[in-house]
């Protein structure tokens, strides 16, 4: 198979043309072709594939030694390599009006400060989301409602009661009322992805939703009031793939960073930078008192809180983020956390 766009040959089920990073539309096998079509001469003879030299550091689809676009994602693979000295990678940026594909169906990536994201569903094609972030849709697109596990936390917690499922065919779009970057996070069969809560999208229908509980907390105390924080939220969302791969789509602030951890490596990230972690990735609280002048290693009012990320696995980060609510108070007691005093 050739791109319709320059000519070059595709890879396998490529969604992407590796050479120019054009759409790949959908096409017949060539043994279904009409009979009165003849097969063009330079299909008789194709080359073998350019040997694979890499895998895209976003969404693992092998690349040929010549690509220019991950022909899964459509990140730029120039871009790909564009990382700093302590490891962490830019996320592959996606021009605006860039398109991705999900079955049948195409998700096209709509501006540039505050993205959208323009789902054109295919008959039997569906996706789920939550229902403030849904901009517009065709008036004969299909919509119901997806009820979740445990309501009562669920609406104790601030989280939503359900996810509102639409159905193609039709036309459907999403954004969050804030500037960001829209990731697209490909969810490939048997794998997973932890979401902090408050940045998911929409996802494919083949992608299935759990939650679960953080137990990252602290407590403070005003006067005779304690408080409990939860610096990363008190529930973060698991997306899964099932036996067909599916999209997941996030709302970050800033510019978004990833990197891999290996076995027990560990990293410090503000709480509320984190978007996102492998279930493989373990995370707990870290304190740090520093000195400074004539403050006591031990003044509560001088210190650092931290979430420490404990690889092996994959974890992301935005660059702009909230301060985090409580820090600054008297802490009396927190869940697990290490601590170090300088």
């Keep these: 198979m050739f791109c319709e766009t320059c000519g070059s040959q595709l890879v396998p089920d490529a969604h992407f043309c590796g050479t120019c990073g054009a ?10 072709l009409p009979v009165h079509a003849a097969a063009p001469p330079s299909l008789v003879a194709v080359p073998p594939p350019a040997p694979t030299a ?6 693992g689809s092998p690349l040929a030694a010549d690509t220019f676009s991950c022909p899964g994602c459509g990140g730029k693979v120039s871009e790909m390599a564009m990382g700093t000295r302590s490891g962490w990678l830019q996320l592959p940026g996606r021009k605006d009006m860039a398109k991705l594909q999900f079955g049948q169906s195409t998700c096209q990536i709509e501006g540039v400060y505050v993205p959208v994201a323009d789902i054109r569903l295919a008959a039997g094609d569906s996706v789920y989301f939550a229902h403030h972030v849904l901009l517009w849709k065709d008036p004969d697109t299909n919509i119901t409602t997806m009820p979740l596990k445990g309501a009562w936390k669920r609406m104790f917690a601030g989280m939503p009661l359900i996810m509102t499922q639409a159905e193609g065919p039709g036309h459907i779009a999403f954004s969050r009322d804030a500037p960001g970057e829209l990731i697209a996070v490909p969810i ?20 299935t939703y759990d939650w679960f509980n953080t137990n990252v907390w602290f407590q403070t105390r005003n006067g005779d009031d304690t408080e409990t924080h939860y610096p990363v939220g008190p529930f973060m969302d698991r997306f899964s793939g099932t036996a067909q791969p599916g999209l997941l789509l996030l709302h970050a602030a800033g510019n978004v960073f990833t990197r891999t951890l290996g076995p027990g490596e560990t990293m410090l990230v503000k709480p ?10 373990q995370m707990h609280l870290h304190f740090e008192h520093p000195q400074v002048g004539f403050l006591s290693w031990g003044s509560w009012s001088n210190r650092y ?8 696995g994959r974890i992301a980060v935005q660059s702009s983020f909230e301060r985090l609510e409580g820090e600054s108070r008297s802490i009396q007691s927190a869940s697990y956390a290490t601590e170090t005093r300088w």
């Design 272 to 281: 509320t930078a984190l978007i996102f972690k492998d279930p493989s990735v």
């Design 54 to 59: 890499a895998r895209c550091s976003w969404c």
């Design 305 to 312: 809180l931290w979430l420490r990320v404990i690889g092996p």
């Design 23 to 32: 759409v790949v539309k959908a096409h017949e096998p060539a043994d279904v």
């Design 188 to 207: 490939h069969p048997g794998q997973s992805v932890d979401v902090r809560e408050h940045l998911f999208l929409t996802a494919t229908g083949n992608v």
